[in-house]
């Protein structure tokens, strides 16, 4: 959930765990910021996927357009105001619940604090090793490319 997010988007991992061929992307070149870093994010493409909250008794599907990137990150997707829009939900984030309406009632999406701790220990994790090998790589450009040989 972001709900300071302008899009909603999906890693590519997601959509080949879910088997979708990557023929079904449709062609974007618009680029976003704010997903890496200083970086802008070119997504490979955009794709509608059916989106269901809910259960059998009280369940809703809506049609989302997802910006697909290539970035790996420990999340499957991410929701922002597109999909809140579409779907009338409303986030607590302190409580990490969505709530939206349903044909028999109000739909209450929701986590266990645990899981979200883990999410952002994978997520710490992986940022870690991206910036130490970032500070290796330019380690290695300030080195001596031949090592000095040794004096008796």
């Known amino acids: 959930m972001d709900g300071g997010s302008g899009l909603n988007i999906m890693y590519i991992k997601t959509l080949d765990e879910m088997g979708i ?3 079904n992307l449709r062609p974007i070149r618009a680029p976003f910021h704010g997903v890496m870093p200083v970086k802008q994010a070119i997504p490979l493409g955009q794709i509608d996927m059916p989106v269901t909250f809910g259960d059998q008794s009280n369940y809703r599907t809506e049609t989302l357009t997802f910006d697909v990137v290539g970035i790996h990150r420990t999340f499957h997707a991410i929701l922002g105001r597109p999909c809140y829009v579409k779907f009338m939900a ?8 969505l ?3 349903g044909p028999r009632g109000v739909i209450t999406v ?7 701790y883990e999410c ?3 997520c710490y994790g992986h940022a870690t090793a991206v910036i130490a090998s970032k500070e ?3 380690l290695r450009g300030r080195s001596p490319k ?3 040989t040794q004096r008796n």
């Not at 409303?90 to 619940?97: A, E, F, I, S």
């Not at 986590?111 to 979200?116: E, H, N």
Request: hydrophobic share 25%.
């Open 21 to 23: 061929d990557r023929t």
């Open 90 to 97: 409303v986030p607590n984030y302190t409580y990490l619940k």
């Open 99 to 101: 709530k939206m309406p």
């Open 110 to 116: 929701g986590t266990s604090f645990y899981r979200a």
């Open 120 to 122: 952002e220990v994978k």
């Open 136 to 138: 290796l790589a330019t």
């Open 146 to 148: 031949k090592r000095p």
